[in-house]
C-alpha cells in the first residue's frame, strides 16, 4: 500500500505564502515523478507542478514565478512553496507520486489539503 499524506494548508490573505509538503510512504514503491495538482469549487483538476527524481520540473503557466516545487529523494518527500498568493490560487491541492510498482507503472494521489487565501 503506497500512501501520501500532504500537510500545510490553510487559510492566508492575498500576498501571503503558505508551504504545502507530501510524504509518500510505501514498500516497494520507485518514484519517478512527484506533483502537486489543484482543483477549486466547479472546476477540473488542473496541475500546478511537478518535478522528477532528477529534479527537473515543470510548472502551470499560472503560478510559474511565484510557486516552487522542491523533493528530498531521501524522504520521499515534495514540497511546494506558495508566494504572493491570490484569490485565484483558492483550491484543494492534491500532491501525487508516480513510478514502478510491481513491475507496473502506477499514480497514487493523496487525500488533499485546503488553501483558501482572502482578499
Known amino acids: 500500500q503506497v500512501q501520501l499524506v500532504e500537510s500545510g494548508g490553510g487559510l492566508v490573505q492575498t500576498g501571503g505564502s503558505l508551504r504545502l509538503s507530501c510524504a509518500a510512504s510505501g514498500s516497494g514503491f520507485s518514484i519517478n515523478v512527484m506533483g502537486w495538482y489543484r482543483q477549486a469549487p466547479g472546476k477540473q483538476r488542473e496541475l500546478v507542478a511537478t518535478?522528477?527524481?532528477?529534479?527537473?520540473?515543470n510548472y502551470a503557466d499560472s503560478v510559474k514565478g511565484r510557486f516552487t516545487i522542491s523533493r528530498d529523494n531521501a524522504k520521499n518527500t515534495v514540497y511546494l512553496q506558495m508566494n504572493s498568493l491570490n484569490v485565484e490560487d483558492t483550491a484543494v491541492y492534491y500532491c501525487?507520486?508516480?513510478?514502478?510498482?510491481?513491475?507496473?507503472?502506477?499514480?497514487?494521489w493523496g487525500q488533499g489539503t485546503q488553501v483558501t487565501v482572502s482578499s
Open positions: 501525487k507520486a508516480e513510478g514502478y510498482r510491481s513491475g507496473w507503472f502506477q499514480g497514487f
Open positions: 518535478i522528477t527524481s532528477g529534479g527537473t520540473t
